[in-house]
């Protein structure tokens, strides 16, 4: 047997090893009839794969006792922003089954970074870099569980003539195994909005006012659907949705892809193979804006961000001016 050979039976055999085939949820017989017609890889509907595993990590938690919540959650952060009508894709899913209601909506990824040592930086269609290293700004799929919420003051707008308060409110999501550093990552869920600060506006009455009596001031920025630090973004009616459903009542989480996913498709993308060929999933429109998936472990890219940030001068602290 050539060298050659040997290399490339290896390589089938990780891919085979990779795929761990299984019945998918669409065939799996305890799959309920309703549901089975939201299964599939168009816009609104949700992978095979991504469905089966976030139901056993589902199941998984009511066995256990850790969540008795009747609604389970997944993401899938293969699919691209927009769809091909240009509207914001749907790609994270709110699944009850035991009131037969499934519903698909739009989220955001994350964004990465660009340093000198390491570009793992993300288009704003599709994710092609994956981490759980802390600062990376990326999404790491796995097992997660919602926690508590957290809302927090950001700033003031003007809206209709009207200065009014900004508040956000973050949904804490605590993980397992590659995930297991969420609250270290700070990950979670919110609304896909931030205030970009202009200004320093003279407010004596505000709670939120400093000792001179400002508060910061500027304009709110709705990125819905885009690229987020690390988080999962949500539309401002679907960030409702969510934490209503949750609140004091916490469930399960997947989010596709893990760190063997991404792998594995990679490696039959070197291999000249389409994932689909092998047992993979990734979607397809995305895969040809990327090429191949990167997944960059913990163990690999925090000492880059770590000396990156050492490198960085010191800078004194920012002062906005007065709003006029």
């Not at 085939?21 to 549901?35: E, F, N, R, V």
């Not at 199941?59 to 850790?66: I, L, N």
């Not at 749907?90 to 570009?119: H, M, T, V, W």
């Not at 003539?161 to 590659?178: C, H, K, P, W």
């Amino acid at each position: 047997m050539t060298f050659t050979n040997f290399r490339r039976i290896g390589l089938a055999l990780v891919l085979a090893l990779a795929a761990v085939p299984s019945k998918t949820a669409a065939q799996s017989s305890d799959i309920p009839g309703w549901l089975r017609s939201h299964v599939g890889l168009e816009d609104g509907q949700i992978a095979p794969i991504v469905l089966e595993r976030a139901r056993a990590l589902y199941q998984e938690k009511r066995r256990a006792g850790t969540v008795r919540n009747p609604c389970y959650l997944a993401m899938d952060a293969t699919r691209p922003s927009l769809s091909p009508s240009g509207q914001p894709s749907r790609r994270f899913y709110i699944i009850c089954e035991d009131r037969q209601s499934f519903r698909a909506i739009s989220s955001g990824y994350g964004n990465g970074r660009k340093l000198p040592r390491a570009d793992f930086s993300n288009g704003r269609q599709c994710a092609r870099n994956f981490s759980n290293a802390e600062g990376s700004k990326l999404t790491m799929g796995g097992a997660y569980r919602t926690a508590e919420t957290r809302t927090s003051f950001k700033g003031y707008y003007r809206r209709g003539g009207v200065t009014r308060a900004f508040n956000r409110t973050f949904l804490l999501f605590d993980g397992e195994g590659e995930t297991r550093n969420a609250r270290e990552r700070a990950i979670g869920g919110h609304r896909a909005m931030f205030l970009k600060w202009q200004c320093r506006l003279r407010k004596p009455d505000s709670p939120h006012a400093d000792q001179d009596g400002y508060v910061p001031f500027g304009e709110l920025v709705d990125y819905t659907s885009g690229r987020s630090n690390g988080c999962t973004t949500w539309s401002a009616s679907a960030t409702q949705e969510v934490l209503s459903l949750v609140e004091g009542n916490p469930t399960s989480l997947y989010v596709y892809p893990e760190g063997r996913d991404i792998e594995a498709v990679a490696n039959a993308v070197r291999a000249g193979r389409q994932p689909s060929q092998v047992g993979l999933y990734w979607n397809s429109t995305c895969l040809r804006s990327i090429g191949a998936p990167k997944f960059w472990p913990k163990r690999q890219l925090q000492p880059v961000i770590d000396r990156w940030r050492q490198s960085l001068p010191a800078q004194p602290a920012r002062v906005l001016p007065i709003c006029r």
